[in-house]
């Protein structure tokens, strides 16, 4: 039982490039999270999906889109990656509503 | 606005002392609260919750207390060790729909950084 897996952990791209974080949790949750990770700024959220099927906006969605292409996993594609998105990505998942969410080791991705 | 915030960024202890944490919400319809240690490089780790109803919980280490009245929440580590030099993140689920989706979606405060010095 792995929990959450994210690929790849570090990640270096010039502006205009686009790229595919990857994130699978193999506990059977319904719910899946992107936050990204800035000094002082705390967990911000990027996108979620309640369920399989379903995918909503959090709190910073610009420049990211999202794909739950199953149960078990939860993509965010950046079409062309900008200096601002320069940060560390989380992915979480979470079974029901009670709100305890399990994160995966992080993303470290730097836009040239 | 809403927010979760905490008292202090940076927290230093002895090996072997008491650690207390702080943590303010400003939501008095928050009915879930986390804590999170997250290590360098890492992400976060849950370490002990808190429901609404109840005031205190404890774990190996750790406690939380809840005081609604002042809408506060703190972690308290015993006997804390190098290996608890993290920072620590409490969380609330605001109870209520947010950023236009489910209930369920946590907000995080910017968390503490605890070193213990040996």
């Known amino acids: 039982n792995a929990g959450v897996t994210q690929t790849p952990k570090f990640q270096v791209l010039k502006t205009g490039q686009s790229m595919t974080l990857q994130c699978a949790q193999d506990?059977?949750?319904?719910?899946m999270y992107w936050y990204r990770q800035d000094p002082g700024m705390g967990l911000r959220l990027i996108y979620y999906?309640?369920?399989?099927?379903?995918?909503d906006k959090g709190e910073v969605p610009n420049g990211y889109n999202v794909s739950r292409l199953n149960k078990r996993e939860f993509s965010l594609r950046l079409e062309s990656a900008a200096p601002s998105q320069t940060s560390v990505y989380f992915c979480?998942?979470?079974?029901?509503?009670?709100?305890?969410?399990?994160f995966g080791p992080g993303t470290r991705l730097t836009v040239l | 606005g809403e927010s979760v915030g905490l008292h202090l960024p940076t927290l230093s202890v002895q090996e072997g002392d008491n650690s207390i944490i702080n943590c303010a919400y400003s939501?008095?319809?928050?009915?879930?609260f986390i804590w999170y240690k997250q290590e360098s490089g890492k992400g976060p780790q849950f370490i002990i919750d808190?429901?609404?109803?109840?005031d205190k919980r404890q774990g190996q280490r750790v406690t939380v207390l809840l005081n609604k009245t002042v809408k506060h929440l703190s972690l308290q580590i015993a006997a804390t060790q190098p290996g608890d030099s993290a920072v620590y993140f409490c969380?609330?689920?605001?109870?209520?729909?947010?950023?236009?989706?489910?209930?369920?979606?946590?907000?995080f405060g910017k968390g503490t950084k605890l070193s213990v010095k040996p």
């Open positions: 979480a998942s979470k079974l029901d509503l009670r709100g305890l969410q399990f």
């Open positions: 506990m059977n949750h319904n719910s």
């Open positions: 999906s309640a369920s399989e099927g379903t995918t």
């Open positions: 939501n008095s319809a928050s009915d879930y």
């Open positions: 808190i429901r609404s109803n109840m």
């Open positions: 969380a609330e689920n605001p109870g209520r729909r947010n950023y236009g989706g489910s209930q369920g979606n946590l907000i």
